[in-house]
């Protein structure tokens, strides 16, 4: 089975602090994937990436930034937390153009 | 681009009863969809995808889902609903033609609440 798994289920920072969420893989996947997910807007898409040292801008990137140094992590980067990033953010690896594989998310709230 | 409708927000319906829950799509070329679950404060599960081939497509936990080309719709359905079905669920549409500039990109519906009373 395709394990997906994410450093904290549970985050509390305040705000205008660095936070880092850690994301694996354990299928050697080519993509990885962010979302964050807000009740009434469904998954949106904040960072791809589909090989190591490469990403790409998803729908919602500004206030964030990734790190993939290996090919099974893939790190999410709130370089300045602020509260309107409290949400609950999601994990994905594929291979494309397989199905996207989710871990537990990670639910982050800024004070 | 590529988009996911789910027209509805909320499904109930009595156990023992069949279930639909709708999504329609728009893509430039051929479709790729999926549909996920997802529980209380868990990630999403995938239950089952269409690519090619039959356009009935069986998958995970007795659900099915039928590709309509002509009504660009991916309903999910099953003949008999269980309690245990209750949780919210996600159509997601990628473009096949996209190939490799998409990279495996999902566009996701907003989600359908769908709740199975005993």
């Known amino acids: 089975d395709v394990k997906v798994t994410q450093s904290s289920r549970y985050l509390v920072k305040r705000t205008g602090e660095k936070v880092f969420l850690e994301c694996v893989q354990d299928?050697?996947?080519?993509?990885m994937f962010w979302y964050r997910q807000d009740p009434g807007l469904g998954l949106r898409l904040i960072y791809f990436s589909y090989d190591v040292k490469m990403k790409e801008k998803g729908d919602i990137p500004e206030g964030y930034s990734v790190s993939r140094e290996k090919k099974e992590r893939f790190s999410l980067i709130l370089e300045s937390a602020s509260t309107n990033q409290t949400s609950m953010y999601l994990c994905?690896?594929?291979?494309?153009?397989?199905?996207?594989?989710f871990g537990p998310g990670t639910r982050l709230l800024v004070l | 681009a590529q988009s996911v409708a789910q027209p509805e927000d909320q499904v109930n319906v009595a156990e023992g009863n069949p279930l639909t829950v709708k999504c329609t799509y728009s893509?430039?070329?051929?479709?790729?969809l999926f549909w996920y679950v997802q529980y209380p404060n868990r990630g999403l599960q995938f239950l089952l995808k269409?690519?090619?081939?039959?356009?009935l497509v069986k998958g995970s936990y007795g659900f099915e889902a039928e590709f309509n080309k002509s009504q660009t719709s991916f309903h999910l359905k099953k003949p008999s609903a269980l309690v245990s079905d209750s949780a919210l669920y996600f159509c997601a549409v990628r473009d096949g033609y996209a190939g490799g500039t998409s990279y495996g990109k999902l566009t996701f519906g907003q989600g359908t609440i769908l709740t199975v009373h005993p």
């Open positions: 994905a690896s594929s291979r494309a153009p397989g199905a996207q594989y």
């Open positions: 893509v430039s070329g051929n479709p790729y």
């Open positions: 299928m050697d996947h080519e993509n």
């Open positions: 269409y690519i090619t081939g039959d356009n």
